[in-house]
């Protein structure tokens, strides 16, 4: 059982594209945009942990084992004490935005999902944001480089296929059952 909890944590987090961490006083921000991506369930919105959720050890007697806290990173601390959220990309591959069946995909399947800003500090829904060419993505508000979010997006959204794994049966539904537009249309 233990094997099979893991195994599903494991699954769980590979498909997540995005973390964002809010400050651990601004409790409200965090219920606010976890309903902004409550539909988008590989957005994960959490509280800072950094320093009040480490673990307890079981015998008192032995030293603290760790030196320092493997989770502080001083780029993020400056935003966080500012009361700022912070986003953390969780994607490791490459997508080809030059492609342009992978446009089309963005155009017309992900354009109602949603693309936090860190510096501004605001969500956009893909079809707001301007194309500076074919393979940037710059925020609407204050021009920073979206891109690295958005490429995240796509290595986890249900439209966008593994590589290697393409099909032609298309993802779209029609009606209430699993109904292919293929099958509807023959």
Same mark, same amino acid.
């Given at each position: 059982?233990? !094997? ?17 961490? +809010? #400050? ?5 921000? $965090?219920?606010?945009?976890? =309903? ?8 994960? +919105? ?15 007697? !032995? #030293? ?20 700022? /959220? %912070?986003? @953390?990309?969780?994607?490791?591959? =490459? ?9 089309? &995909? ?8 949603? @693309? ?11 079809? /707001? &944001? ?8 710059? $925020?609407?508000?204050? !021009? ?5 979010? @958005? ?5 986890? $959204?249900?439209? /966008? ?10 993802? %779209?539904?029609?009606?209430? =059952?699993?109904?292919? &537009? ?5």
């Amino acid at each position: 059982m233990q !094997g099979d909890a893991n195994s599903e944590t494991a699954r769980g987090r590979a498909k997540q594209s995005l973390v964002i961490i +809010v #400050p651990r006083a601004k409790l409200d921000l $965090c219920r606010s945009l976890s =309903h902004a991506f409550g539909d988008e369930a590989h957005v994960r +919105v959490i509280p800072d942990r950094r320093f009040k959720d480490r673990r307890a050890r079981g015998d008192v007697n !032995g #030293p603290e084992r760790r030196r320092g806290d493997r989770r502080r990173r001083a780029d993020m601390d400056g935003e966080l004490q500012a009361g700022r /959220w %912070i986003v @953390v990309p969780c994607g490791s591959g =490459h997508i080809d935005l030059l492609n342009a069946t992978n446009q089309a &995909i963005l155009f017309l399947c992900c354009s109602h999902h949603v @693309v936090p800003c860190q510096k501004c500090q605001n969500t956009y829904q893909f079809r /707001w &944001i301007p194309r500076a060419g074919p393979d940037v993505f710059p $925020c609407p508000l204050c !021009g920073n480089d979206l891109t690295p979010t @958005v490429v995240a997006h796509a290595q986890v $959204c249900r439209y /966008w296929a593994p590589p290697g794994t393409e099909t032609t049966e298309s993802p %779209i539904t029609v009606g209430a =059952h699993d109904t292919s &537009i293929r099958a509807a249309t023959a």
